[in-house]
């Protein structure tokens, strides 16, 4: 009987093999305990299990409004990138409006969303969707993405918008946008960091003296000059143990303004950057299952000196 069930275990590469316990039971080492239990718990010496470490950064805006008073024209440009990588193996990607998804592991683009600690992978994508986007047209949406069992992963996504005016009068510039973010950082058992990163700034350059003028990030408090700022959209989600920490708190509205008294060009930028770092290294058999076997062992052993 005890044969059989060796072989049973044997099949589905749960135990140890017959030879080797065979000589360890030559040795009395088991002497009194049965064959099965040994083989079982002597295995999970040598197995693994996977400790995981996930993160993503992720935020889209809409519905962004600029205006001048008095009225000035506007030209500008946009520029999207993204990266992801996991261990030695990284790649990225960058375009004018809609940037290549960066995806190891995974076929995700253009997907802004939490996909989960599903298996080892990495995802950074970039996404403008009209080079009018400051001027109200279509959304900008950016992702860092990556989860991983083994080792250390990461990915990133990066809009830059550009644009340039001259005043010729002292000039009131108006901003207003939506935006959704959404932060996660996740640890199980044996994963050692996870890190969610969101960054979001609006500055205005004077082009003659090279100097910032206005610079804006949006913190969740109203600042000078500001008349809407639902949440912060500049900080970091992060975990060094165990555990799931959420930030989600919906599609939130902001508002700002910026008073130029010089007359000339200026330049203005808008720059969006999320990104996602995780690490983490397999541990050893679990605790639980060899804890478990080991006192089943004990108790056994005594009976049977009784």
């Given amino acids: 009987m005890k044969l059989l ?24 080492v088991f002497s009194g305990v049965p064959a099965a239990l040994v083989l079982c718990v002597a295995t999970a010496l040598s ?15 809409t519905n962004f409004g600029m205006t001048f008073s008095p009225s000035t024209s506007f030209t500008g440009f ?15 990607n960058a375009a004018t409006m809609d940037a290549a998804a960066s995806c190891i592991g995974c076929s995700y683009n253009n997907s802004f969303m939490a996909h989960g600690m ?18 109200g047209t279509g959304s900008a949406s950016v992702i860092g993405e990556s989860s991983v069992s083994n080792g250390v992963g990461s990915g990133s996504g990066i809009n830059t918008m550009v644009g340039y005016f001259s ?10 946008f939506d935006a959704t973010p959404y ?27 090279n100097q910032t003028v206005f610079s804006w990030a949006p913190n969740g408090s109203l600042d000078a000059g500001e008349t809407a700022d639902a949440f ?4 970091g989600l992060g975990l060094v143990n165990t555990g799931n920490a959420v930030f989600n708190p919906g599609s939130g509205h902001f508002a700002s303004s910026a008073n130029l008294a010089a007359i000339g060009p200026y330049s203005l930028n808008i720059t969006m950057n999320n990104s996602a770092f995780v690490s983490a290294v397999p541990v050893p058999a679990a605790a ?12 056994i052993a005594r009976r049977k000196v009784s």
């Fill in 167 to 176: 005043v010729t009068a002292p000039t009131t510039v108006n901003f207003g």
């Fill in 47 to 61: 197995a693994n299990v996977h400790a995981s470490s996930y993160a993503v950064a992720t935020n889209s805006i």
């Fill in 5 to 28: 069930v060796v072989k049973k275990f044997k099949k589905t590469g749960g135990c140890m093999s017959m030879n080797k316990f065979k000589a360890m039971r030559k040795r009395n």
């Fill in 78 to 92: 946009t520029f999207s990138s993204d990266t992801a990588a996991q261990g030695n193996t990284g790649t990225g």
């Fill in 183 to 209: 932060l996660q950082s996740q640890i199980t058992a044996g994963g050692l960091a996870s890190v969610a990163n969101i960054n979001m700034t609006v500055t205005i350059s004077n082009m003659l003296t």
């Fill in 118 to 135: 599903v298996s080892d992978y990495s995802y950074g994508d970039a996404q403008i969707t009209n080079n009018n986007v400051l001027l």
């Fill in 232 to 235: 912060n959209l500049n900080w």
């Fill in 288 to 299: 639980w299952l060899l804890g478990s076997g080991l006192i089943g062992l004990v108790g």
